[in-house]
Nanobody, 123 residues
Framework: QVQLVESGGGLVQAGGSLRLSCAVS????????MGWFRQAPGKEREFVAG????????DYVDSVKGRFTISRDNAQNTVYLQMNSLKPEDTAVYYC????????????????WGQGTQVTVSS
């Protein structure tokens, strides 16, 4: 397993931007698919975006398509989530997660998680 540490959350007005980072420990980061999930109060943790380990293919939940971009820097062992045009409904704790194999949308497929970073979007 690898260890993950998120950063970059904060308070932003609607329409603003934030970039989340997830630093991953371990020498085999490049072989892990990475995902970003979020959990709002009283709601289930939901998939936001994923990126594969080999060809860099990406996947997004419909509600963030065109606004969020997931990327990875294998040399820096870091995955990013660029969030633009933020909306109040994006408010949540954001988690990054890792798994061997392909990126999926299912939280239970991921066996390594960060501690989460709070994103709050004011209207």
């Amino acid at each position: 397993q690898v260890q993950l540490v998120e950063s970059g959350g904060g308070l932003v007005q609607a329409g603003g931007s934030l970039r989340l980072s997830c630093a991953v420990s371990g020498r085999t980061f490049s072989s892990y698919a990475m995902g970003w999930f979020r959990q709002a109060p009283g709601k289930e943790r939901e998939f936001v975006a994923g990126i594969s380990w080999n060809d860099g293919s990406t996947d997004y939940v419909d509600s963030v398509k065109g606004r969020f971009t997931i990327s990875r820097d294998n040399a820096q062992n870091t995955v990013y989530l660029q969030m633009n045009s933020l909306k109040p409904e994006d408010t949540a704790v954001y988690y990054c997660a890792a798994r061997r194999g392909t990126a999926t949308r299912y939280r239970y497929d991921y066996n390594s998680w960060g501690q989460g970073t709070q994103v709050t979007v004011s209207s």
